[in-house]
């Protein structure tokens, strides 16, 4: 064997046995750096005769080339060794559990909810939000609205009261948020759209009832509003709220002060365990109240009669609520327990819109 | 108000199924809550025959009977009672039949090794008394193989209508026949009641003692004496229908006046003559007039109640409730028969007062028929004669019929103006007149008509009344839908208002938080309200439902703190929860305003990666700002100033908690840990924080003519950042050494933040280390060293004057 083929031999032995980047370096000076073996064999071409330089530089510059290939695959395969190295070591378990983030844990309460889902199906039909304050007069809660003194239909609300003021006028909390409608007439002019949400308040506490509740009614008044209209609107908002395609609504004839003719309106169900479908079964279940406005209340109102006529409805939110989300009970609504709240509350980015959907 | 089947049938002629009359009923607004109807449940019921009842071979008390049931072969029965008995007539039910007294459907079974094919029944199996001791025994004539039912006369299906205030015509079971007639379910019969034939004058006289302005309390009285009556049980039909509507009958002359309260809608009242004392004067009660009524009660009158009295004393409250010491019994020989008129309102208010619900109450303060007055009286003067004998005196009347002459002028159009629905004029008049109204046509003007309103009508007043009168009968149902047009045909405009759409951004905001929304009730306890600045006797109500909700809430805090506790009392201590509601400074109606609040009780909970740390005041001003962040109000010039101050309310913390403002005036709410008084006296434990934030007092967004949003300025050189640590007294706050930085340099600095406060080892006693890294954005050249060293110097320079602080070395 040549000298040649043994500095080969023993540079590649080297090359491979190199472990890491700083032994292959320490390799790669002892061959080519500037007082390497081969360095120092190229060094030696300047005091040969040209035939013998041709000869012996081109072997010791293929040696040359087949070392720093050498080294430059070493490298390579060190360098993949060391990264597999580093990922072996940065594992971590990734099963591990996350913080829940706190989008996940929030909850928007049923009656906001269907607050909102309320709002998108009204404003798209070209009505507006009426608000109005909880502690009223008399005078807006009954007296405008029809409720003659002392009328039985008076007693059929179970009013809270405050303590009469020093002018001997008692302000109650509103048992319904007809009054919004009596402000609402009295402040703007035909034509008028409304829905009127609210708190409302009777002193009655039972399985079904709480002495608090929330209410939305509906008005509209111009001048040929009339109970077809009254109808579809109730209609069309029932199919939009329960998301279904058909229902079938029964009016039956009744009797509010405020309103003549008067209706209560059941809704055609199928109940079965303790779900509750619309648009199909046998079974009605009363959802509403509703009829055209009294002449008198309208009178009340600063508006003409014989012009002007409208209609005017009204539901529990939280009995919608319930009938549509399934909540059996009435009371839990307010109790403020985070399971229930968890359980039937909505996700806050669940946003009620008729172009995705009121509910997900 | 209930009646019977066979009780509407005496007043309307009909050939209408049971569930005709009740879906038809309730179509025209006497919504049916409940039939009960007795002949589905006892249907399979039969009248049998024993042939042969013999002793049972294996069971003293039992024995096997040959049944004859009508099918012309006898059924074997093994029967345990006592009665069973050759050649009795009982009800025999088969095998199969539901059994409704023991809830069972009886099989065919083999007692004793004995057949038996079906059973002998007591009346307790079919439910019709506690009668358990023997089987049915009926009369000889029994038919059999009827059904027990019919024989027995026991199908007249029970009828119960939610009955609405503004119908009193039909607290009587023949104005309910007239609205069916109407619509069209037969024809109403019209009972002409005669006048008895006096056979002496009534020797009680009556007086209607009342000042001019009260005459209405009592407008008219009819008396009648009925002598040598022999009282004793209403006949079975009567006291059947009595029993079937709930009512207990008590004996034939009480029982008539139930009866004709039922039938008529008329309340009636029968004295015993001989235990009246003189004349009868009718007058307002005196104050601490006391009467022992029929319900056996005393009770202590008022001048607002109205009585009837004799020489001895009150009799009766007027229409409400007789007395105990005049009322009739079995020994009663003369009887007087009272038919009057009293004040709706009157007894409305009167009978809330006394806390009596009578059916004599319910009808006349819904209004009973002037009309029908004095023919309710020749109407129980007959019942009496029928029932009682008796000899009758004249009637006598006291005051007069009150005028019930309302006519209105009616433009036929009205109804479809009204409901949309055509009808022929002819169905209109038609409806009109089987209702009662007199209808007038105008040769002028053949849409309209005169309407008179008969007299057992009050509740109609106006054109709208007829309207609902001929609608409903006409069928609501018939009334097409209509798209109602849109005011307005473009896309729908934005409808909500800063503060709806505020009110709606709070809660998602708050939610996505982590919180949860809670709706609580808007009345707390008297102490909870005074705890958090309200109480104020005009927000307390005169009739609370419970002692801890009577007053009104003056923030929304109370009532979260208590609903976290009790999440914690169950197991659930780490809670959030916010609620967006109205809270009431006052009963004005400004004094409402509308609250955003939270309350966090616990801590983060432990994680593998995270310490458990409790909630502070911090997480409370993390709330409040990022709601504030997400309704994008300006924050700019938003001031925390801290506690301790005060504007600081009570219930905080004064050392760990904020008031936000705008401005010294615009107070918009509060944040911080709550005061442990507040807590103790709410029995909450920590640790607790949470914020309010009233939304009304929210600064609204400058309005701007176009949507543009300001141009984009991004400079091309890099940002740098310094660091500075700044050692001050522990009550400097960091704000103040912000805003010192900050009007150091107003151009360059775009970002400041504190990144570390220190206190301990290497810092003064009583001082602290806040440490600032200040953003530094070059706008035209990067900066140069020289210049950055200015720059830093000058904001060391303004801190230090500003608060005391030297450069931590």
């Known amino acids: 064997m040549s000298d040649l083929q043994t500095l080969e031999s023993s540079t590649l032995t080297a090359i491979a046995g190199a472990t890491d980047e700083t032994a292959l370096e320490a390799v790669r000076v002892g061959a080519l750096g500037k007082k390497g073996t081969i360095s120092a064999l190229l060094a030696t071409l300047g005091k040969m005769s040209p035939d013998e330089r041709k000869t012996a530089g081109a072997a010791i510059n293929a040696l040359k080339d087949k070392v720093n290939e050498a080294l430059t695959a070493r490298r390579t395969v060190l360098k993949d060794a060391a990264l597999e190295q580093r990922l072996a070591s940065e594992t971590v378990d990734v099963t591990l559990p996350v913080r829940e983030a706190a989008s996940e844990r929030g909850r928007i309460h049923p009656i906001s909810q269907v607050m909102d889902e309320l709002t998108a199906i009204f404003a798209d039909m070209g009505f507006s939000i009426a608000e109005g304050p909880d502690i009223e007069s008399d005078d807006y809660n009954f007296t405008k609205l029809n409720f003659p003194a002392g009328h039985p239909a008076r007693e059929m609300h179970d009013t809270f009261f405050f303590e009469p003021d020093a002018k001997g006028e ?10 919004v409608q009596v402000r609402t007439m009295l402040a703007s002019q035909p034509p008028i759209r409304v829905i009127c949400p609210g708190r409302t308040y009777r002193c009655d506490s039972d399985q079904t009832h709480t002495p608090m509740f929330h209410q939305v009614e509906g008005l509209v008044i111009d001048k040929s509003a009339h109970l077809g209209h009254l109808k579809w609107v109730l209609e069309e908002f029932c199919k939009a709220f329960f998301e279904v395609p058909n229902v079938k609504m029964r009016f039956r004839p009744s009797f509010f002060p405020f309103t003549e003719p008067s ?18 079964g046998e079974d009605w279940l009363e959802i509403l109240g509703c009829g055209m406005v009294h002449p008198n209340v309208l009178r009340n109102c600063g508006l003409d009669p014989d012009v002007y006529q409208g209609f005017a409805w009204g539901m529990g939110i939280d009995r919608i609520a319930m009938l549509k989300y399934g909540m059996p009970d009435l009371r839990p609504f307010f109790e403020a327990d985070v399971r229930w709240l968890s359980h039937y509350g909505f996700r806050p980015l669940d946003l009620p819109t008729l172009a995705g959907g009121l509910s997900a | 108000m209930k009646f019977t089947l066979s009780w509407l049938k005496d007043h309307l002629d009909t050939t209408a199924s049971l569930s005709e009359i009740v879906e038809t009923l309730t179509r025209i607004g006497l919504e049916v809550e409940h039939v009960i109807d007795p002949t589905e449940k006892l249907k399979d019921f039969t009248v049998a025959y024993v042939i042969d009842a013999k002793q049972h071979p294996n069971a003293d008390r039992l024995r096997v ?16 009672a006592p009665n069973a008995r050759t050649g009795m007539k009982s009800v025999f039910s088969a095998p199969g039949t539901y059994i409704p007294g023991k809830d069972m459907t009886l ?4 007692i004793r090794g004995v057949e038996s094919n079906g059973m002998l029944c007591s009346a307790a199996e079919l439910q019709l008394s506690e009668d358990h001791d023997g089987i049915i025994d009926l009369p000889d004539d029994a038919p059999v193989g009827a059904r027990y039912v019919d024989y027995a006369k026991l199908g007249d299906p029970v009828i119960e209508i939610n009955l609405t205030p503004n119908r009193p015509d039909a607290t009587g079971v023949h104005g309910i026949a007239r609205d069916l007639a109407a619509a069209g379910l037969g024809t109403l019969k019209d009972h002409a009641i005669k006048p008895a034939a006096a056979a002496f004058p009534c020797p009680v006289n009556v007086k209607l003692d009342f000042a001019a302005e009260d005459k209405h309390l009592a407008p008219m009285f009819a008396l009648r004496l009925v002598r040598g009556v022999k009282n004793g049980p209403a006949p079975e039909w009567m006291q059947q229908r009595l029993k079937s509507i709930g009512l207990r009958p008590i004996n034939a002359l009480v029982d008539i006046t139930n009866y004709v309260t039922f039938d008529r809608g008329r309340p009636l009242h029968v004295f015993d003559a001989k235990k009246v004392a003189g004349n009868l004067v009718v007058r307002r009660a005196k104050d601490g007039e006391e009467v022992l009524a029929l319900d056996g009660k005393t009770y202590t009158l008022k001048s607002d109640n109205v009585v009837i009295a004799d020489d001895k004393g009150v009799e009766s409250i007027a229409g409400i409730m007789g007395g105990e010491h005049s009322g009739c019994d079995d020994a009663t020989t003369d009887v007087l028969i009272e038919s009057a008129l009293w004040d709706p309102m009157n007894i409305a208010r009167s009978g809330r007062a006394l806390g009596i619900v009578t059916d004599a ?15 309710g009286a020749e109407l129980a003067t007959k019942l009496v004669m029928d029932f009682c004998g008796g000899e009758p005196s004249e009637l006598i009347v006291a005051g007069e019929q009150p005028k019930s002459d309302t006519a209105i002028d009616f433009p036929l159009s009205e109804v479809q103006r009204l409901t949309g629905l055509e009808l022929e004029r002819s169905e209109m008049v038609r409806t009109l007149e089987k209702l009662g109204f007199g209808v007038i046509s105008q040769s002028t003007n053949a849409d309209r008509i005169i309407v008179k309103v008969p007299s057992w009508r009050p509740d109609v007043e106006g054109k709208a009344d007829i309207a609902e009168e001929i609608v409903r009968i006409a069928g609501v149902d018939n009334v097409a839908s ?36 809670a709706v609580t009730w808007s009345f707390v306890s008297k102490e909870q309200a005074e705890g958090f600045g309200g109480g104020q006797p005009a927000l307390a109500l005169a009739n609370p439902i419970a002692a801890d909700l009577s007053d009104m809430r003056p923030s929304l805090l109370p009532g979260l703190l208590k609903a976290a506790q009790r999440n914690a009392d169950r197991g659930f201590g780490d809670v959030a929860l916010f609620e967006v509601g109205q809270i009431f400074k006052g009963d004005g109606e400004k004094d409402q305003r509308m609250a955003a609040a939270t309350v966090r009780r616990g801590g983060s909970g ?13 997480d409370a001003k993390a709330d409040a700002m990022a709601m504030l962040a997400a309704l994008g109000v300006p924050l700019g010039g938003l001031h925390i100033v801290s506690g301790g101050q005060a504007n600081l309310p009570a219930w905080l913390h004064p050392g760990r908690s904020g008031t936000m403002q705008f401005g010294p005036k615009n107070v918009i709410g509060w944040f911080g840990e709550f005061h442990p008084r507040t807590l103790e006296m709410l029995d909450v434990d920590g640790p607790v924080a949470g914020f309010e934030i009233i939304l009304d007092d929210l600064p609204a967004p400058r309005a701007k003519p176009t949507k543009v949003k300001p141009k984009l300025e991004l400079s091309d050189f890099m940002p740098l950042e310094r660091d500075f640590a700044f050692i001050v007294d522990r009550s400097v706050k960091s704000a103040d050494i912000l805003r010192a930085v900050q009007a150091a340099e107003k151009v360059l600095i775009s970002g400041l933040n504190v990144f570390d406060i220190y206190e301990g080892a290497g810092i ?23 210049e950055i060293e200015e720059v830093a110097g000058r904001i060391v320079a303004e801190v230090t004057k500003k608060t005391g602080a030297t450069l931590r070395g």
């Open chain 2, 65 to 80: 009977c040959m049944v004859d049931t009508g099918t012309g072969t006898p059924v074997q029965v093994v029967c345990g």
């Open chain 2, 361 to 375: 109450r319910y009808r006349f303060e819904r209004g009973v028929d002037p009309a029908f007055c004095v023919p």
């Open chain 2, 482 to 517: 209509v798209p109602l047009p849109r005011i307005d045909t473009a896309v729908p405009k934005p409808i909500l208002t800063l503060l709806q759409k505020r009110t709606r951004q709070a809660r998602r905001a708050l939610a996505s938080q982590g919180l949860v929304e």
């Open chain 2, 606 to 618: 432990r994680a593998w990666n995270a310490k458990a740390t409790p909630v502070s005041v911090f």
């Open chain 1, 170 to 179: 008692r302000k109650l909390l509103r048992t319904h948020t007809s009054p």
């Open chain 1, 263 to 280: 209706m209560e309106v059941d809704i055609q169900c199928r109940r079965s365990g303790g779900e509750i479908r619309f648009g199909e």
């Open chain 2, 764 to 786: 003064p006693e009583g001082r602290k280390s806040v440490g600032v890294t200040v953003t530094l954005q070059p706008r035209e050249k990067t900066l140069t060293d020289a």
């Open chain 2, 107 to 110: 099989g065919k079974g083999v």
